[in-house]
């Protein structure tokens, strides 16, 4: 028989509401300044800029069943005993924080269609990481929890840090704008580079706070105890 599922503690609960905390660090600033960084600093034509925006929509749509089906292959495959979740919160962490400040930041060094191509590239970039992390994320609400009860104080706990980290950009932001100019394209790095660091920082306390295994089914774990012997056999 598999062994029981840990109960969740309040760490848990705290540590899954700091991965919505972490993701809104940054994706919060796309909803609210990412269009008037395009056309006040960078300065792109409105046509090229809603043809971007078009492309970039089709990509959202279509990296999330992407990235699914990678980490499905990608357990299949390897069966890590940290489950299929949480390794990628890892994974993801330090690609979000550096694609999000380079977005914010190589743009602004070039100019014309340089300009345009890093910012295209830059911003599939960004969201494939997000994507990368946001998934992982969502899906250990059902590898995590049995029961409604579960369900709804987990839900609640990303609810709250949904909120919190959309408050802490929009409070941070404006204030190093007003502090290195509001149309500086410095004041938009550094203002990104800040909440890029912050949400990477909440990202690895989220992955933190799960230091152990879910959901993990008798036939799971007679496949990883097979995958760990099989490796300890070909050294």
Not at 124 to 138: A, D, K, Q, V
Not at 153 to 166: D, E, M
Not at 202 to 226: H, Q, Y
Request: hydrophobic share 50%.
């Amino acid at each position: 028989m598999a062994s029981p599922k840990k109960a969740l503690t309040l760490k848990h609960k705290i540590g899954y509401g700091l991965g919505d905390l972490a993701g809104c660090m940054t994706f919060g600033l796309m909803g609210t300044y990412f269009t008037r960084y395009c056309t006040n600093i960078l300065q792109v034509n409105t046509v090229i800029l809603a043809t971007l925006l078009a492309i970039w929509n089709i990509w959202d749509a279509v990296n999330d069943p992407m990235m699914g089906a990678l980490m499905d292959k990608m357990f299949a495959k390897k069966h890590n005993p940290q489950g299929k979740f949480r390794p990628w919160l890892l994974r993801a962490t330090p690609m979000l924080v550096i694609t999000f400040i380079a977005l914010w930041t190589v743009p602004t060094l070039l100019e014309g269609t340089a300009m345009v191509a890093a910012l295209f590239i830059c911003k599939i970039l960004y969201e494939g990481c997000y994507t990368m992390f946001n998934i992982p994320m969502g899906s250990l609400l059902s590898a995590m929890s049995d029961t409604d009860e579960e369900r709804a104080a987990l839900s609640s706990a990303r609810g709250f840090g949904s909120i919190i980290g959309n408050i802490l950009p929009s409070m941070i932001f404006p204030i190093i704008l007003t502090t290195f100019g509001d149309n500086n394209s410095t004041s938009y790095s550094i203002g990104a580079t800040v909440c890029a660091l912050i949400g990477g920082v909440f990202c690895l306390g989220s992955w933190a706070a799960f230091k152990f295994v879910w959901n993990i089914t008798p036939e799971i774990r007679e496949k990883m105890a097979a995958f760990t012997a099989q490796k300890k056999n070909t050294k």
